[in-house]
């Protein structure tokens, strides 16, 4: 049985940094690819990062490049998300989703095989 849980949400003010983290369990954690998505109260789900099978390259949604840094370690089945500079509008509920083998559009849900429940986020200003 396939799982994923985010865990590393929390509120934080606004410039301040939190590390999102995501383990995986049941499947081959090194033959998917692994994204984060986000979902804000009344907003449709958005894709923020992913990254590939081997580690590289990663993608980011134009808000969060540079602020952003996806990385994984594959030994540990964990994926991360080092967040710096946040914002109120980073506010959301952050999801960890898992795509089995070549992912063709990184930032659609619809590419995403399984998916964790998420971990908060709430940046306060």
């Known amino acids: 049985q396939v799982q994923v849980v985010e865990s590393g949400g929390g509120l934080v003010q606004a410039g301040g940094s939190l590390r999102l983290s995501c383990t995986a369990s049941?499947?081959?954690?090194?033959?998917?690819?692994m994204g984060w998505f986000r979902q804000a109260p009344g907003k449709e789900r958005e894709a923020v990062s992913c990254i590939r099978r081997s580690g590289g390259p990663a993608y980011y949604a134009d808000s969060v490049k540079g602020r952003f840094t996806i990385f994984r370690d594959n030994a540990k089945n964990t994926l991360y998300m080092r967040m710096n500079s946040l914002k109120p509008e980073d506010t959301a509920m952050y999801y960890c989703?898992?795509?089995?083998?070549?992912?063709?559009?990184?930032?659609?849900?619809?590419?995403?095989?399984?998916w964790g429940q998420g971990t908060q986020v709430t940046v306060s200003s």
């Open positions: 049941g499947l081959t954690f090194d033959d998917y690819a």
């Open positions: 989703a898992a795509r089995l083998g070549w992912i063709a559009k990184w930032d659609a849900s619809y590419e995403y095989d399984y």
